[in-house]
């Protein structure tokens, strides 16, 4: 004779199979129904069908998920580059004179302008002035330019012919726009009254 509690267990599991035989579930003889496919979708849990969808998990998904290796940090890094501009110095020293003829004084002044320039990690650049005349300049500014060259090989690459370089502020001017924001003037002890006397008009 079948007990109290044999009755309400088989009208629990009859009450579960019937609704998963309803929906064409099914079941593997230990609680787990599954559809046409194969796929869990249901399990029996106190008696009721409970189904594996929306929030609900099966079994197998409800194992707590493995931590994810821990990823390296990207570090920032400023993209190279290689335009001229870039690769410049901030600062330029510069030499301007007339150079005519070009003297062994010169040379000095040349020398002392290179290790300022390199002192400071700034450009090296000279400049002859384009001035001509009979009295003062005799030399046109490319034969002047030419012996400069001759005389001083080690700044053979130094030495600007630059026809727009007329004055002081035109090398100035035209340096600023090669990207320069400092500049350093050097200048014989001939002309050294007339640029202080220009920087502070100007």
């Not at 787990?32 to 979708?41: A, E, I, R, S, T």
């Not at 994810?68 to 990207?74: F, I, K, N």
């Not at 002081?168 to 050294?192: C, P």
């Amino acid at each position: 004779m079948k007990n109290f509690g044999s009755f309400f267990k088989e009208a629990v599991e009859t009450s579960a199979s019937r609704q998963a035989k309803l929906l064409n579930l099914v079941g593997n003889g230990h609680g787990d129904w599954y559809d046409k496919q194969g796929n869990l979708v249901a399990k029996t849990i106190k008696g009721r069908l409970h189904f594996f969808g929306g929030n609900e998990k099966s079994p197998e998904e409800e194992k707590p998920e493995k931590p994810a290796a821990p990823q390296p940090a990207r570090v920032f890094q400023r993209p190279k580059l290689d335009r001229e501009e870039d690769k410049k110095t901030s600062g330029i020293v510069i030499v301007f004179g007339r150079f005519n003829p070009p003297t062994i004084g010169h040379k000095r002044l040349i020398d002392a302008s290179a290790r300022e320039a390199k002192r400071a990690g700034y450009d090296l650049k000279i400049f002859p002035s384009r001035t001509q005349d009979k009295k003062k300049n005799p030399l046109d500014p490319g034969m002047k330019i030419n012996y400069m060259k001759q005389m001083f090989p080690d700044y053979e690459e130094n030495i600007q012919n630059d026809a727009e370089a007329n004055t002081i502020f035109d090398v100035l001017t035209n340096s600023y726009g090669e990207g320069y924001k400092n500049a350093t003037i050097m200048v014989g002890q001939d002309r050294l009254a007339e640029f202080q006397g220009l920087a502070q008009k100007y």
